[in-house]
Nanobody, 124 residues
C-alpha cells in the first residue's frame, strides 16, 4: 500500500509561481509513474501532468504546456510540479497519483493510488 502526501498549495497572485510536492510512503516509489490531476469547483477532475518512473518521459495537458514542469527525485520518494505564470483558472484542488504507466496516467486510467489533494488558489 502506498500513501501519497501532497504539500505546497496555497494562495498566489496571477502570474506567480508555486511548486507542489508529493511524497510517497510505503511501496517502491521508483516502480511507479507519478501524475497530477486537478478538480475545480463545479468541474470534473482532469489530467494535468505525468512523469515516468525513471523521469525520462513526461506528459502535459495542453492548458499547462510551457507553464508547468514535472520532475521527480527517487532518492526522496518525491515528485514536484513547478507551476509558473499561474492564472485564476488554475484554481483547483490538485491531486497526486501513482500508476504503473505514465501513458495510462495521461489517459486518466490505471491509477493505483490518490493523494488527499492540496488547494491552489490563484487571485486576480
Amino acid at each position: 500500500q502506498v500513501r501519497l502526501v501532497e504539500s505546497g498549495g496555497g494562495l498566489v497572485q496571477a502570474g506567480g509561481s508555486l511548486r507542489l510536492s508529493c511524497t510517497a510512503f510505503g511501496g517502491t516509489f521508483n516502480r511507479y509513474a507519478m501524475g497530477w490531476f486537478r478538480q475545480a469547483p463545479g468541474k470534473e477532475r482532469e489530467f494535468v501532468a505525468a512523469i515516468s518512473w525513471g523521469g525520462t518521459t513526461t506528459y502535459y495537458a495542453d492548458f499547462v504546456k510551457g507553464r508547468l514542469t514535472i520532475s521527480r527525485d527517487n532518492s526522496k520518494n518525491t515528485v514536484y510540479p513547478q507551476m509558473n505564470t499561474l492564472k485564476p483558472e488554475d484554481t483547483a484542488v490538485y491531486y497526486c497519483t501513482a500508476a504503473t504507466s505514465s501513458g495510462d496516467l495521461a489517459l486518466s486510467r490505471g491509477i493505483d493510488y490518490w493523494g488527499q489533494g492540496t488547494q491552489v488558489t490563484v487571485s486576480t
